[in-house]
């Protein structure tokens, strides 16, 4: 009898981590798509939020967590590859976040896919700002 309690537990936690990542993604992917400049995913350079000089502790605390709460949103995305949520967009929204080489190669060839920049324009335009530029990759 003992497996059976351990599938139920596995099942519990699996929907509980679900609904986790649907509540993360409905909360956390329009906040960070919408506060992204029109010109992300087509600028030449990118700006650094990091510039600061009186307070480099800030900075580095900040940007642990910045890349935390990017790899959550990517863990995330991916359970929601198989499980009910917006799986690509919450992906594409942890790895926004997050800092690491290749990245904007990465983050162009997401929003290239079929209907991720539709969907990402759709989330701007209900936080009443302008669409994304196209990637020019």
Same mark, same amino acid.
């Given at each position: 009898?003992?497996?059976?309690?351990?599938m139920?537990q596995?099942l519990l936690?699996?929907?509980?981590?679900?609904?986790?990542?649907? %509540?993360?993604?409905?909360?956390g992917?329009?906040?960070?798509?919408?506060r992204?400049?029109?010109?992300?995913?087509?600028a030449?350079?990118?700006?650094?939020?990091?510039?600061?000089e009186?307070?480099?502790?800030?900075?580095?605390?900040?940007?642990?967590?910045?890349?935390?709460?990017g790899?959550?949103?990517v863990v995330? %995305?991916l359970?929601m590859l198989?499980?009910?949520?917006? %799986?690509?967009?919450? #992906?594409?929204?942890?790895? #926004?976040?997050?800092?690491?080489?290749?990245?904007?190669?990465?983050?162009?060839?997401?929003?290239?896919?079929p209907?991720v920049?539709r969907?990402?324009?759709?989330?701007?335009?209900?936080g %009443?700002q302008?669409?994304?530029?196209?990637?020019?990759v």
């Open positions: 009898m003992e497996p059976a309690i351990d139920q596995w936690w699996a929907s509980a981590l679900s609904l986790l990542a649907i %509540g993360a993604a409905i909360v992917v329009p906040w960070v798509v919408k992204l400049p029109k010109d992300y995913f087509s030449a350079h990118r700006r650094s939020w990091r510039k600061t009186r307070e480099p502790w800030f900075a580095i605390v900040l940007g642990l967590l910045k890349n935390l709460l790899a959550v949103l995330l %995305g359970v198989v499980t009910p949520g917006q %799986g690509l967009l919450t #992906l594409l929204a942890g790895l #926004l976040l997050m800092n690491f080489p290749g990245k904007y190669r990465l983050e162009c060839w997401v929003v290239l896919r209907g920049l969907a990402l324009n759709w989330l701007r335009h209900r %009443g302008p669409p994304f530029e196209r990637p020019g």
